[in-house]
C-alpha cells in the first residue's frame, strides 16, 4: 500500500514538473528580424530635444523639434538569415526655438536656397547632405550592421557626426536610423534581461553606450521590450564630460515578431553636461525624446 501511495505521488509530482515545464517552454519567445528580397519599409522618427544651458547664472533654453522620414529597403537574404539593406533619409525638417540672435529657425532639407540665418546656414547644408543619400550595409536578425558602406562624399561627415555622439555599433547606424535595438541571440521569457555594450574612442576622449533591455511580453499584436540607455563620455582631458540621467531616461519598443520588424519605439534620454571654457564651466541639460513610427503601407 505504501510503495503504491508512494509511487502515484512520484508519478503525480513528474507529471506536474512535465506540464510546468512545457508551459516555460511555451513562454519562450525568439525575437527576430525577417527579411525580404525587394520590400521596403518606410519610417518616421520625431525627436524632441530641450537643452538648459547655465551661462555664469544666465539660463538659455534651446529647443529642437526634428521630423525625419527615412526608408528601409531590402536586397539580398542570406543563408544565416541577414540581408542587405539600404537605408535612405528621404527627408528631414527641424524647426529651432533660442533666444536671439537666433531665434526661431525653420530648415527643410528640401529647400534649395539658403536662409539668412547664419545657424540655419551650417544645419542646411548637413541634412542636404544627408537627405538623399543611400547607405548601404548587411543587417543580422538580430538587429546588428555590419559592411556598412557610405556614399564617399558623406562618409566622413557621418562618421563624425556619429562618433561624436558617442553611439556605437555599424558606425553608429542604428541610431543614425532611428532603430538601434539589438536582439537577444537566445530565446527569453517575460522579465527577461539583457544589455548591449558599445565602446568607442573619440577625439574628447572615450564613450561608453550601454542599453539595457527587459522583455515585457505580448501586447496586441506586438512584443514590447522597456528600453533603459546609458551614456557617458569622459573627455576631462578636453575639458568636456558628460552622463546620462538614469532615472530619468527610459523607453519601450513594440516589436512585430511575426514580420520581424520595429512598429514603434520611444526613448527619452536625459543627459547632464559640463564644458570648460577658458576657467569658466558652463552647465548643461539635455531632454531628448525620439519616437519612431512604422508608416502603413498604402
Not at 576622449?205 to 496586441?220: I, L, Q, R, S
Not at 522597456?226 to 578636453?238: E, F, N, Q, W, Y
Request: proline share 3%; aromatic share 6%.
Amino acid at each position: 500500500m505504501f510503495s503504491r501511495h508512494l509511487r502515484n505521488s512520484v508519478l503525480s509530482a513528474s507529471a506536474l514538473l512535465l506540464v510546468v515545464g512545457g508551459v516555460q517552454a511555451q513562454a519562450q519567445t525568439k525575437l527576430r528580424y525577417k527579411f525580404q528580397e525587394g520590400e521596403q519599409l518606410n519610417y518616421v522618427a520625431d525627436t524632441k530635444i530641450k537643452m538648459k544651458n547655465d551661462l555664469g547664472g544666465i539660463n538659455i533654453v534651446i529647443n529642437v523639434n526634428q521630423k525625419t522620414e527615412m526608408s528601409w529597403k531590402f536586397g539580398k537574404v542570406n543563408s544565416d538569415g541577414s540581408a542587405v539593406v539600404t537605408l535612405k533619409i528621404d527627408r528631414m525638417v527641424m524647426d529651432i526655438d533660442a533666444p536671439p540672435p537666433i531665434g526661431g529657425v525653420t530648415i527643410d532639407s528640401k529647400d534649395e536656397k539658403d536662409s539668412d540665418n547664419i545657424l540655419a546656414q551650417q544645419f542646411s547644408k548637413i541634412i542636404r547632405k544627408m537627405a538623399g543619400k543611400e547607405i548601404v550595409a548587411t543587417m543580422s536578425p538580430t538587429g546588428d550592421f555590419t559592411d556598412v558602406k557610405y556614399p564617399k562624399d558623406l562618409e566622413k561627415e557621418l562618421k563624425d557626426l556619429t562618433q561624436g555622439l558617442g553611439i556605437g555599433g555599424g558606425g553608429g547606424l542604428e541610431q543614425f536610423t532611428g532603430g538601434g535595438v539589438i536582439l537577444p541571440k537566445e530565446a527569453i521569457e517575460k522579465g527577461k534581461t539583457w544589455d548591449h555594450k558599445a565602446e568607442m574612442k573619440l577625439p574628447a576622449g572615450a564613450a561608453n553606450v550601454d542599453t539595457k533591455y527587459t522583455y515585457e511580453g505580448p501586447m496586441g499584436d506586438f512584443e514590447k521590450i522597456l528600453v533603459k540607455p546609458k551614456m557617458t563620455i569622459d573627455g576631462a582631458k578636453a575639458g568636456f564630460t558628460m552622463k546620462t540621467n538614469e532615472e530619468k531616461s527610459k523607453g519601450y519598443v513594440l516589436f512585430d515578431n511575426k514580420l520581424g520588424r520595429i512598429a514603434e519605439s520611444q526613448v527619452t534620454q536625459a543627459m547632464q553636461m559640463t564644458v570648460e571654457m577658458m576657467g569658466l564651466a558652463i552647465n548643461m541639460d539635455m531632454d531628448l525624446t525620439s519616437t519612431l513610427k512604422l508608416k502603413k503601407s498604402k
